[in-house]
């Protein structure tokens, strides 16, 4: 199957494949890589990382992606929110004060947007190769203030996420 892209809708929020019929699904991994080196603020009593500090490094990795095709001030000057939906994290084992980090996050794109973006969240000690953490983060779109669910994307913006590589 080829993948690229031979035309966007923003109107319609799809794509038109290249050698596919127009129900075809694209999906596509976007993969982003960020460095953590745990702070001394960040140990708890057991000297260990607290377990709140991971959900803040996924919630790094996933703006890296968002702010991609939505920067906070535009979203803020259109009444966009991206609130989480859905967090989850395992922890695998322990990491230190002046660990290196690696997170990996993930997502999938796809050309129908149905309602969430799902990130997933791997976090790797770089000297040792174990993965300490994995997790997942699920966001909508919102109106802001009012909450109201954003059942599609504004074409514009649609179109600049579709074209993340």
Same mark, same amino acid.
């Given at each position: 199957?080829?993948?690229?892209?031979?035309?966007?809708?923003?109107?319609?929020?799809?794509?038109?494949?290249?050698?596919?019929?127009?129900?075809?699904?694209?999906?596509?991994?976007?993969?982003?890589?960020?460095?953590?080196?745990?702070?001394?603020?960040?140990?708890?009593?057991?000297?260990?990382?607290?377990? &709140?500090?991971?959900?803040?490094?996924?919630?790094?990795?996933?703006? %890296?992606?968002?702010? $991609? +095709?939505?920067?906070? !001030?535009?979203?803020?000057?259109?009444?966009?929110?991206?609130?989480?939906?859905?967090?989850?994290?395992?922890?695998?084992?322990?990491?230190?004060?002046?660990?290196?980090?690696?997170?990996?996050?993930?997502?999938?794109?796809?050309?129908?947007?149905? &309602?969430?973006?799902?990130?997933?969240?791997?976090?790797?000690?770089? %000297?040792?190769?174990? $993965? +300490?953490?994995?997790? !997942?983060?699920?966001?909508?779109?919102?109106?802001?203030?009012?909450?109201?669910?954003?059942?599609?994307?504004?074409?514009?913006?649609?179109?600049?996420?579709?074209?993340?590589?």
């Amino acid at each position: 199957m080829n993948s690229e892209i031979t035309s966007v809708d923003p109107k319609k929020q799809s794509v038109q494949l290249k050698g596919n019929d127009e129900s075809a699904v694209f999906k596509r991994s976007l993969i982003r890589k960020i460095s953590i080196m745990p702070g001394f603020h960040q140990i708890d009593m057991m000297g260990v990382v607290h377990n &709140g500090e991971f959900i803040r490094w996924f919630e790094e990795g996933r703006l %890296r992606i968002l702010l $991609e +095709v939505i920067p906070l !001030e535009c979203a803020q000057q259109r009444g966009i929110a991206l609130p989480v939906i859905e967090n989850r994290c395992k922890y695998h084992t322990f990491c230190r004060y002046g660990d290196r980090l690696v997170l990996t996050t993930s997502h999938r794109i796809s050309s129908e947007y149905r &309602g969430k973006l799902r990130f997933m969240h791997s976090l790797v000690n770089e %000297r040792t190769k174990v $993965e +300490v953490a994995s997790g !997942e983060t699920v966001v909508t779109l919102v109106e802001f203030p009012s909450g109201n669910l954003i059942k599609q994307w504004p074409s514009d913006l649609w179109e600049r996420y579709l074209c993340l590589k």
